[in-house]
């Protein structure tokens, strides 16, 4: 008999803890000491928990036992473990135990327990507490976790919707100023122009940051798989600060081995990287000259790039170093109300260098200039490397004249990008929505469709997969103000062959229609 009772309690306790839901933890452990000792039913209470009403009921038939409710309160409110009280309507034995800090199990049965039982039930009682508490815990957690992950989206989703409504206007304010520019007008007017260029270029580049970091941050960044001559990328980050440097009188230079270096890696991260060091060299720097140099130290399939950034600027102190490569930082705060900037491009760079295998660091002293330098633990390139594209600035090759397909529902990108292609000498025919982009492919009559991805009715995508779906080989390019990460990759899926990015430059459309009309069919 002894050995039968052992085995009682230990099936009991065995039952308690069973998973982390409070009350699916309860049920289990209930059903468990009903039938171990012959209970007629058995309740957990809690006070935290829809006002103290039952939490697990076994078996159902008693929920709502307004007798078990008055034990459980009862031993809620006692400061003894344990109250036994007789339902004489029932005719059962009510045991009430206390589970602080905020519930009662309840036992009922026809015959009481006896002294030695309940004794021993005590224990088990304080178990099942402890497990509730740790239920208590877990789901906390997990609801914790759920409104991280709901907030890390919310704020993607912000992000995302903020890129495109800053990027939309930006596109038409930069456009239509390269249109102005490009017709020709008096010196002044041209130099104000300019000044609204610049400030957009740099709105443009603190959106870029604040997303980029956010990406970052939440681990969304998503790195692609090209070949890529390193030297070519390097010269094309030269050549965006060249104007900047050429207005302040400094010299650019780069020191990269023949022949370059050819990796495999994401080529527009890599630039990313040697824009925000150059930038920054350049911006630092009065007088004197920035020196780019390329690396490189094969290691079977893989190699390590190394870029160096070398500047005759202010300098940083020693011990300032590190900082400077912290969110939000810079090296002290004079030089943010001198020279401005976020603080997020060193912090970028250096989270950048570490997601492709590497890192970056810094030398300098104050007033002798600074060294930045990034090395990339990249993929060694698996084909031959085709001609460099056309630098910023640079006009890329001609295009033969081209019937294009717009989908595109902002008045102003429709005048924009109908203006750009007429005048370069291209059919240009604008729809709406990508309904009446598909009704319109379908028609034919076209080379190419420059395709906007958020459009009323049917989008972008959409439009895109129904395109596929119907056989269209005719290549489309994707033109978007989002430009989040994995935009590219999504809109590759739906069968789009090209990307463009919002705001972009007139050169930046060639480049991409060049490249979509050029490639081998399939």
């Known amino acids: 008999m002894h050995d039968r009772h052992t085995t009682i309690l230990y099936e009991i306790a065995l039952s308690i803890g069973e998973g982390v839901v409070l009350a699916d933890m309860c049920r289990r452990a209930l059903s468990t000491m009903t039938r171990a000792l012959s209970l007629a039913g058995a309740s957990v209470h809690d006070t935290s928990v829809q006002g103290g009403a039952e939490l697990a009921v076994v ?18 409110g006692s400061s003894r473990p ?25 036992l009922a049965r026809a015959a009481p327990l006896d002294a030695a039982q309940l004794a021993e039930l ?46 939309t206007p930006m596109n038409g304010i930069v ?19 300019r000044i609204v260029q610049e400030c957009a270029s740099h709105l443009c580049a603190l959106i870029d940051d604040i997303l980029d970091f956010s990406r970052i941050e939440a681990g969304r960044l998503q790195l692609d798989e090209l070949d890529f001559d390193a030297v070519s990328v390097a010269q094309g980050a030269l050549d965006v600060v060249l104007p900047a440097a050429r207005g302040k009188g400094i010299a650019l230079r780069i020191e990269a081995p023949r022949p370059p270096p050819l990796a495999r890696g994401d080529p527009a991260r890599v630039r990313q990287v040697l824009l925000n060091l150059l930038g920054n060299a350049v911006k630092f720097t009065a007088a004197g000259q920035v020196v780019l140099r390329v690396s490189a130290r094969p290691d079977g399939e893989s190699m390590a790039l190394r870029y160096e950034v070398e500047d005759t600027g202010i300098g940083i102190a020693p011990d300032k170093l590190e900082a400077v490569f912290e969110s939000f930082t810079q090296a002290d705060g004079s030089v943010n109300r001198r020279f401005g900037g976020t603080g997020l491009g060193l912090a970028i760079v250096r989270q950048l260098a570490r997601l492709m295998g590497g890192d970056a660091t810094a030398r300098s002293a104050p007033g002798r200039g600074a060294c930045f330098a990034v090395e990339l633990r990249l993929g060694r390139a698996r084909g031959e490397i085709g001609g460099a594209a056309a630098g910023p600035g640079q006009t890329p090759a001609p295009i033969r004249p081209l019937r294009v397909l717009v989908a595109e529902d902002n008045p102003v990108n429709q005048l924009l990008v109908d203006t750009l292609l007429r005048r370069a000498g291209h059919a240009c025919t604008l729809v709406g929505d990508g309904a009446a982009a598909i009704e319109a492919g379908r028609a034919g009559g076209f080379d190419v469709v420059l395709m906007d991805l958020q459009m009323p009715g049917v989008d972008g995508l959409a439009a895109a997969r129904a395109r596929r779906e119907a056989g269209a080989t005719m290549p489309s390019v994707a033109v978007t103000a989002n430009a989040m990460s994995g935009d590219a990759a999504l809109c590759r899926a739906a069968g789009m062959e090209g990307y463009l990015a919002k705001p972009y430059r007139a050169e930046d459309l060639w480049r991409e229609l060049r490249r979509v009309i050029d490639a081998p069919a399939g």
């Open 175 to 193: 456009g239509m100023t390269d249109l102005v520019l490009a017709a020709g007008v008096p010196h002044e007017q041209a130099r104000y122009l």
């Open 59 to 76: 078996p159902r038939s008693r929920r709502g036992d307004a007798a078990a409710a008055a034990a459980a309160h009862a031993a809620m």
């Open 122 to 167: 005590v224990p088990l009682a304080q178990k099942l507490a402890r497990a509730m508490q740790d239920c208590r815990v877990v789901d906390e957690l997990q609801r914790t976790r759920e409104a991280a992950v709901a907030a890390d989206r919310a704020k993607g989703e912000f992000l995302a919707r903020m890129s495109h409504e800053i990027r």
């Open 82 to 106: 344990l109250q036994t009280v007789l339902d004489e309507a029932a005719g059962l034995h009510l045991h009430a135990f206390a589970l602080p800090p905020s519930g009662a199990l309840v």
